[in-house]
């Protein structure tokens, strides 16, 4: 069955740092990978996804991740992380139908 | 600026009352999802929707929920009767078929 890793709950950086979010997927086929954040409050605003083609993906706000097939995971980062970034990321794999399956999230705090 | 609509943006309830959330998915989209998101659960896929026919609802509790849409505009999904172990954040999402999933805000619903 699919399925989505997130092992770091909770995260805390300095603002300025750098940051790597882990997702790891179990997918039989090649995965639509997606990351998406959560403010407080708020809904879910996707940050980037990967179907095809390039490893290394762009996404808004400055994120990138990199799917590695070998690894089996879909890592997000930011060269230098704003205290706006502060919220919750989720990490999804696509299922047939347009399903997502979610990871269980990792909370980023930024330290000033 | 097409969004995803939920209404209400927060619901407090008592147990046993029936409560019924909506969703405007965007214009377009033939999908339609209905997502729960706990503490505990993470986010979880209850039902969902395509060209207004149920495709998948095995996320959700039957006895007490329903999913319907009555229109190409409106989806609803309606809990009679609540329970406190409901209580929940209730995520509508909207997208065409194999494309990407777009979130409404919302619903915070807390049954006392």
């Known amino acids: 069955a699919q399925s989505v890793t997130q092992p770091d709950i909770h995260i805390t950086v300095s603002e300025g740092a750098s940051l790597e979010l882990r997702c790891n997927y179990s997918?039989?086929?090649?995965?639509?990978l997606f990351w998406y954040v959560q403010s407080p409050g708020q809904g879910l605003q996707l940050l980037l996804k990967?179907?095809?083609?390039?490893?290394l993906v762009q996404g808004i706000k400055g994120f990138e991740a990199e799917f590695k097939r070998s690894q089996s995971s879909f890592n997000l980062r930011k060269p230098s992380v704003h205290w706006s970034d502060a919220a919750e990321y989720f990490c999804?794999?696509?299922?047939?139908?347009?399903?997502?399956?979610f990871g269980q999230g990792t909370e980023l705090s930024v330290k000033p | 600026d097409a969004r995803v609509t939920q209404t209400p943006r927060h619901k407090v309830t008592e147990m046993g009352q029936e409560v019924t959330m909506r969703c405007q998915p965007i214009?377009?989209?033939?999908?339609v999802f209905w997502y729960r998101q706990t503490m505990m659960q993470g986010l979880e896929l209850l039902a969902y929707?395509?060209?207004?026919?149920?495709?998948?609802d095995s996320g959700m509790p039957k006895d007490r929920f329903s999913a319907e849409m009555p229109d190409a505009t409106l989806a609803t999904l309606k809990i009679q009767p609540s329970e406190p172990r409901d209580s929940a954040v209730y995520f509508c999402?909207?997208?065409?078929?194999?494309?990407?999933?777009?979130f409404g805000a919302g619903t915070r619903l807390s049954v006392l």
């Open positions: 999402a909207s997208g065409l078929e194999g494309g990407l999933s777009y």
């Open positions: 997918y039989g086929a090649t995965p639509y």
């Open positions: 990967y179907f095809s083609g390039d490893t």
């Open positions: 999804a794999v696509y299922r047939e139908g347009g399903k997502l399956i």
């Open positions: 214009l377009g989209h033939n999908t």
């Open positions: 929707f395509r060209n207004r026919a149920p495709l998948d």
